[in-house]
């Protein structure tokens, strides 16, 4: 069991080097690292307003820990996914580990899904490997008649609506589409007719990611040509039994949420439907912040999970003896001083 719910909620910056635009356009700098002892997870954050504001002000933050262009995702999974995997695939825990800052922030996706250009793993492929590794390791080191049956799943929300992204892509979004049903055997909630697909190997499992991936929304704002235009959870449940026994020994779970990014109209020149999403997004978003928050709260006893669909979904793998990493992206230029100062808020 966790001792309190700080201990439960782990909450690391990363901050990505300048893009080409903000070389070209001589950015500034706007964060500065007070403080940093990752080893005992204390980190202090100086955020500097730009000179265009009147009265220039500097803000202090505190987190967990903070990585910076030195630092590469693997560090981050070392320091903190590996220990969370290994809880969820052989003591049966839960954990949740997500992305989130504001769209164009440049490290949500990098994070957790890698980049091919740069021969850097995400943490999901990460996580992936380390489990069948643990899998591998357990079942060589005990005798024999030990099971491991090992599932993903893989959704998205939408505009406040829930899909699930591993039916085949010729399926419609309507046929697609889950709902929310309170669970009766747990304070959460269950999701009707999500597919869970069995798997055997790494690369199967990647390969399924992937296909997922392909049906996500996706769209173009003037912030990232490439914007998520939906919140997804990638899953993994990882079951442990004796053959001889049809009972679950243990069972564990494991989502990472890669959240679209928060937006402003100003900057990425939202209209139409895009406008719709940004404000859905937004919402949700605004919902999620309010339960972390409760959670880091020692002194709180109701969490608003059902504000949103978002919350509502998470509300079984954040808090509780769920262990949660949420890793805020930000930009380090003092262009994005509003969307940094929101994100670190």
Same mark, same amino acid.
């Given at each position: 069991?966790?001792?309190? &719910?700080?201990?439960?909620?782990?909450?690391?910056?990363?901050?990505?080097?300048? =893009? @080409? &635009? !903000?070389?070209? =356009?001589?950015?500034?700098?706007?964060?500065?690292? @007070?403080?940093?002892? =990752?080893?005992?997870?204390?980190?202090?954050?100086?955020?500097?307003?730009?000179?265009?504001?009147?009265? #220039?002000?500097?803000?202090?933050?505190?987190?967990?820990?903070?990585?910076?262009? =030195?630092? #590469?995702? !693997?560090?981050?999974? @070392?320091?903190?996914?590996?220990?969370?995997?290994?809880?969820?695939?052989l003591n049966g825990y839960s954990g949740t580990v997500f992305a989130y800052g504001q769209t164009g922030s440049g490290s949500k996706s990098w994070t957790m899904a890698g980049c091919s250009c740069h021969s850097e793993s995400g943490l999901i492929s990460n996580a992936i490997e380390h489990v069948f590794y643990l899998v591998h390791q357990h079942q060589s080191n005990n005798e024999q008649g030990q099971e491991f049956t090992i599932k993903c799943a893989y959704l998205e929300i939408y505009n406040e609506e829930l899909h699930d992204l591993l039916l085949p892509r010729t399926s419609l979004k309507s046929s697609s589409r889950l709902e929310l049903r309170e669970n009766p055997r747990s304070s959460g909630v269950h999701i009707t007719n999500l597919t869970w697909k069995k798997v055997y190997t790494i690369d199967e499992c990647l390969k399924l990611k992937r296909l997922g991936d392909l049906a996500r929304t996706m769209g173009s704002t003037q912030m990232n040509r490439d914007s998520s235009r939906s919140h997804t959870m990638f899953s993994l449940s990882i079951q442990y039994q004796h053959n001889n026994q049809t009972k679950i020994f243990r069972q564990g779970k494991l989502n990472f949420v890669d959240l679209a990014g928060s937006e402003r109209q100003i900057k990425t020149g939202a209209s139409g439907q895009q406008l719709l999403e940004s404000a859905k997004i937004n919402l949700s978003l605004s919902a999620l912040n309010k339960v972390i928050s409760s959670l880091v709260q020692t002194n709180t006893t109701h969490i608003p999970y059902r504000d949103s669909k978002l919350t509502r979904l998470l509300q079984d793998s954040i808090g509780g003896t769920t262990k949660t990493i949420m890793i805020a992206c930000i930009s380090p230029s003092e262009d994005n001083y509003d969307e940094t100062l929101c994100t670190l808020r």
């Open positions: 069991m966790l001792s309190n &719910k700080s201990e439960s909620v782990k909450v690391l910056i990363r901050c990505r080097p300048f =893009n @080409q &635009k !903000e070389i070209i =356009n001589h950015s500034i700098k706007c964060i500065d690292i @007070q403080q940093l002892d =990752n080893k005992n997870h204390q980190c202090i954050i100086k955020l500097i307003s730009p000179k265009r504001y009147r009265r #220039r002000i500097s803000r202090l933050f505190r987190f967990d820990s903070f990585y910076d262009e =030195n630092h #590469r995702t !693997e560090h981050i999974f @070392q320091d903190f996914v590996q220990s969370l995997v290994y809880d969820v695939t």
